[in-house]
């Protein structure tokens, strides 16, 4: 299983940008994928997921952050509008699948003024 990510850059405050998360390998019916987020000097922080549930976000970016998928292309997105300065950090993706937990690359979100 590989995650490949993309959709990170440089934004001002108030911008939007948004996060791909493409999966391949012998995978299907996936119910647990997500996103964290780890800014410098800090902990590693989840930011949105998907469980058997449906999707959900973190309260920290509720209203702004939203998740979503595709299930024909096994990917999942992460779409950041009304961007703050404390949104910057590596985003990483990640899903569940057979008892293991799978990565992405990890993609800088850099919010500056």
């Known amino acids: 299983v590989q995650l490949v990510e993309s959709g990170g850059g440089l934004v001002q405050p108030g911008g939007s940008l948004r996060l791909s998360c493409a999966a391949s390998?012998?995978?299907?019916?996936?119910?647990?994928m997500g996103w964290y987020r780890q800014a410098p000097g800090k902990e590693r922080e989840l930011v949105a997921q998907?469980?058997?549930?449906?999707?959900a976000v973190s309260d920290s970016v509720k209203g702004r952050f939203t998740i979503s998928r595709d299930y024909d292309r096994n990917t999942q997105y992460l779409q950041m509008n009304s961007l703050k300065a404390e949104d910057t950090a590596i985003y990483y993706c990640?899903?569940?699948?057979?008892?293991?937990?799978?990565w992405g690359q990890g993609t800088q979100v850099t919010v500056f003024s």
């Open positions: 990640y899903l569940d699948w057979v008892g293991r937990r799978y």
């Open positions: 998907f469980t058997r549930d449906g999707g």
């Open positions: 390998g012998d995978i299907f019916s996936i119910n647990f």
